[in-house]
């Protein structure tokens, strides 16, 4: 018979081992917690303390147009950030891609860098190799009609290659009839009265659709109504009035608005003769003559008004206009009669 073998019961550890070894465990703990710490710091810095990329806003009309015997693709900058064709420019990189019938291809900027600002026009073409982009029209050499049935241009942002506009447009069909224009500059937009025009209170008079500017002396131009919102008005400074310190000249409509109405307002100025011009739905309405010098630097402060007003002469949520106000656009050209007029005919936009 075997005897039966008894298991030695371990030793037991003396007070200065059981410190060390708690000591030890607490060493592991420690290290373990600063170890999943670092972790979770690398990991949240990636993905949320990374700083995130804005792209380019900018709002874009195209179509295709017939100039000559070729057509183009216009790609007019109605509002928005400025960007850039090219390796250098201002504002965001951006590039257009092209596709009719067999060929498919990025554009090639001419000149081979293009910024484009709101109220800039640029004209896609093609040629025997390539799709070419180009400010002015006047430069275009060795245009070809479009292949195919369809044409599809689309505006990307570089830095990430986002899409910031597309459209498609079938070719052969009726195409966006081309204006002659001038130096000078236009704005126009369309605006409604949901309320009484007349004001209630004195943060709505001058009710104000569009200003370049927060202030009487520094306004470049202004699209406005008088002061007790019963006439239209336009405002403009040239470069001589602002090199010699004047204020912008105002031109006023014969009648106001109505409530729940829509029109679209119209100011221009012709650098040619100096002339601005006010425009309600299409026809002209006021005009009178100032210089030849040109519209004055912007002063860096273009708002669109609306129920919340603007800033101006230093205080917030001035020159209310209650209502709506859509589709503002600024030209750095001058538009004359009849293209003022198409506007108008195509409506609210």
């Known amino acids: ?11 037991e550890s003396s007070p200065f081992e059981h410190a060390v070894s708690q000591l030890i465990s607490s060493i592991l703990i420690v290290s373990l917690a600063v170890a999943l710490g670092a972790i979770t710091l690398v990991v949240y810095s990636d993905l949320i303390l990374k700083p995130i990329e804005k792209s380019a806003y900018i709002a874009v009309e195209g179509n295709v147009s017939k100039p000559a015997e070729y057509e183009v693709f216009t790609l007019r900058h109605l ?19 092209a596709s009719s019938g067999s060929l498919s291809a990025k554009a090639v900027p001419d000149p081979a860098e293009i910024t484009w600002k709101p109220g800039m026009i640029l004209y896609v073409y093609r040629n025997t190799t390539d799709f070419v982009v180009t400010d002015d029209l006047s430069t275009i050499a060795g245009a ?15 830095t990430n290659d986002i899409l910031i506009y597309s459209k498609s447009q079938g070719i052969g069909g ?10 000078g500059f236009t704005i126009y937009g ?11 209170s004195s943060d709505q008079h001058w009710a104000t659709m569009v200003v370049d500017g927060n202030r009487d002396n520094n306004r470049r131009f202004h699209l406005q109504h008088n002061q007790l919102n019963n006439r239209f008005e336009f405002a403009l400074r040239t470069t001589q009035m602002a090199t010699t310190n004047q204020q ?3 031109i006023q409509s014969p009648s106001g608005p109505q409530q729940d109405v829509w029109y679209c307002i ?13 425009y309600i739905n299409g026809n002209e309405v006021s005009s009178s003559t100032l210089d030849s010098s040109g519209i004055a630097p912007s002063p860096g402060f273009y708002q669109i008004g609306g129920p919340q007003g603007v800033t101006f002469s230093s205080v917030a949520n001035q020159r209310k206009l209650l209502g709506d106000v859509r589709g503002v ?9 009849d293209e003022i007029l198409s506007i108008y005919s195509k409506g609210n936009p």
């Open 79 to 97: 509002q928005g950030d400025v960007g850039y064709f090219g390796n250098h420019g201002e504002g965001y990189p951006l590039y257009i891609q």
């Open 266 to 278: 119209t100011g221009t100025y012709n650098q040619t003769d100096g002339r601005i011009r006010l």
């Open 144 to 158: 070809q009609k479009f292949d195919g049935s369809e044409i599809q241009v689309s505006v990307v942002d570089s």
């Open 248 to 250: 912008a000249r105002w």
């Open 1 to 11: 018979m075997t005897p039966m073998q008894v298991r030695e019961k371990p030793p």
């Open 190 to 200: 369309w605006e409604r009265f949901t309320s009484p025009p007349a004001p209630t």
């Open 174 to 183: 009726p195409v966006e009839e081309e204006f002659a224009r001038g130096p």
């Open 329 to 337: 656009t600024t030209v750095e050209e001058v538009l004359l009669p």
